[in-house]
């Protein structure tokens, strides 16, 4: 027992269950067995024949460059007051003219170099999937009849026809209330309509002209794509089709669209009032805070609201009068809030995208993939919910939001929070809710709140890890091609995270139980699982002085890479006066996952 925690004893035997994170809802495709277990280490998974060789030396060149430039501008203006950057301003490529720095730097430069000359190779890397395994990867890669995605929660992994896939996307498609078809794109004559606001932004001074090279954005934009991530934790009766196609949660990615800078530009001004409300909850932890503070009546009710497919159904009309409405409760000056209403209409009524390689136009609220949609969404919902509450008779004693989802105390009757319900309900035609209610506990986020043992005298609630049943707890197995003290990380991070959330010891180790029970499966022995429960809390903070970041993409040559650059880094600062209190850190960067290289989107 370590911790508390009896290893020896697992919570869920999921080997014996013949446990599987796959879901195949394909009616033509069936899994072979190495396909099966191929699948079954998760989407993150990344197999060790994922790139060649000489594309990861040219990359490995390149990083090497960047970091040299980082070193250089270090030194060069390490004398020199320090610099705020301003937003919307692309990475400057700037190099310190070589007469203006020390030797030390040339010479580190040169030790780097020679050694990635001399003894950077790739070499031969242990195969992390047998012969017939990476043969089913190859064939799955090459299947375009189905469709391969993460589930909308819970990690699993679901199989799709391609033909399902697409029924679902044109069943959304064609509802009229929410998008139209196009014969054309309409995302190209946006461009001159962004370019206009954004030079009276710069005619008016509130950008400079590298920031409004920056908003521009791409001279040739990309269409933005809709794609689906399958909802199997829905009750499968009331699937799209029952027990056969789960709906989709509708994403369009925006990625280097005519629009997708200035998306990053009306966030900037709307994120920070996105969060000046009560009921504003920034994450689980703030949440638990606030809980553990809280005193709750005997008799009252715990209640958690969530808001129907809210960003899709945010009226562009109303969401642009709640933009403006808070600009005039906020007033300032250095807000250009004309400017930014004009480039948010844009935003929403000119969002053409590609599905299937047809185009359509989103015509109300906005699609998550959006910068802004978040803080745009918490707006809209912090003036519904004032104006909602305040013609409600009877109100919670406490409420806390998080986005679309609401946590609250009840302290009247049931009947009453029947009726509390009901004005929430009818209080605006776009705002549709769904509600649970309890004497003793709820659901909310990741977390369960719960009048524990204790309650009766303290009146506090307790807290727990909340587990949702269709969670099958893929996490990264531990023979992906991942940096090693990835694997320890990512088990500390849950430790702490179980830990941070539990108020009881009891609760903490149920959670650890179920975790250390998924990974038992996943590759992760019991000896390392133990050491982690051990350890997790040791980690003491330490003062950390600034870094120069060496990002590279993970190999074991480049670890040894990262050894020598760190050497030579050392070396250079004990003989010269350079850089003091300065270190390297290592950041690696992933080569290709199951995800890149299976079927897991239709292509434009």
Known sequence: MVGGVKLGVPAINVAQKGFTSVINLSKHFELSGAQLAVLNRGLNFIPTKGSDADNIRNQTRSDIQ???????LAVYFEKKPPSIRRPFTGKSQ??????????AVSSTVEEDIR?????FNIGWVRDNLSVEEFEALFALGKNDSIVIKPADKGSAVVILDRDQYLWEGYRQLNNSTYYSKLDKPIYMDTVPLVEQILRSLYHNKFINHKQLC????????????????????????????PHEIPPGRPIVSDCSSETYHTAEFIDFFLNPLSTRHDSYIKDTYDFVNKVRRLHVPADSLLFTIDVDSLYTNIDIAEGLQTTTNIFRKYPDDTRPDSHILQLLE??????DFVFNGEFFLQIKGTAMGKKFAPAYANIFMAEWEEAALASCPKKPLHYFRFLDDIWGVWPHSREEFEGFLTVLNTHNPSITIKSTCSTSSVDFLDTTTFKGPEFPSTSRLDI????????????????????????AGLVKSQLLRFDRICTRPVDFQAAVRVLFSALSTRGYSRSFLRKALRTFRETKPVAVGPRLPFVTTYSPSAVRLVREIKTNFSNMINSAPLLNGFSIIAAFRKNKNLQDITPSAVSP
């Open 66 to 72: 960047q970091y040299h430039r980082r070193l250089k």
């Open 94 to 103: 700037w190099v310190p003219p070589g007469g203006h720095l020390p030797q």
């Open 115 to 119: 050694f990635f000359d001399t003894s």
């Open 214 to 241: 920056y908003l521009m954005g791409d001279a040739d934009p990309r269409p933005r794509i809709f794609y689906m991530l399958p909802k199997i934790h829905k009750d499968p009766s009331s699937w799209s089709k």
């Open 346 to 351: 844009i935003n929403l009524t000119r969002n």
């Open 464 to 487: 727990k890890v909340f587990f949702k049943e269709t969670d099958t707890h893929t996490l990264l197995h531990k023979s992906s091609f991942h940096p090693r003290h990835t694997y």
